[in-house]
Nanobody, 124 residues
């Protein structure tokens, strides 16, 4: 079964850090562009970060640049999102997603496979 499973969410105070993990099964993350998105209550899902399947630059939403880092551990077949200097406005359900096999990073939210999400809550 092909699936993505997020973990690592939780409650943290403003200024703190969390590391989200996205464990993949049924696909090899090193062959897919991978992305992170988030959805806050009452808002649309928004892009957070993405990385290409091959050597290339990752991209970030302006709101998280310099604070969040997307990375991949091929041996663990897992994608991570390191989140530092968290703010209350980062509170949301965070989703990881996989694009097409060895394709470019999808435009917008046109990813093929999504995880179920993990809740991140940042208190002020």
């Amino acid at each position: 079964q092909v699936q993505l499973v997020e973990s690592g969410g939780g409650l943290v105070q403003a200024g703190g850090s969390l590391r989200l993990a996205c464990a993949a099964s049924g696909l090899t993350v090193s062959n897919y562009p991978m992305g992170w998105f988030r959805q806050a209550p009452g808002k649309e899902r928004e892009f957070v970060a993405a990385m290409p399947w091959n050597v290339g630059r990752s991209t970030y939403a302006d709101s998280v640049k310099g604070r969040f880092t997307i990375s991949r551990d091929n041996a663990e077949n897992t994608v991570y999102l390191q989140m530092n200097s968290l703010k209350p406005e980062d509170t949301a359900v965070y989703y990881c997603a996989a694009g097409g096999w060895r394709s470019t990073i999808p435009n917008g939210n046109k990813y093929n496979l999504w995880g179920q999400g993990t809740q991140v809550t940042v208190s002020s």
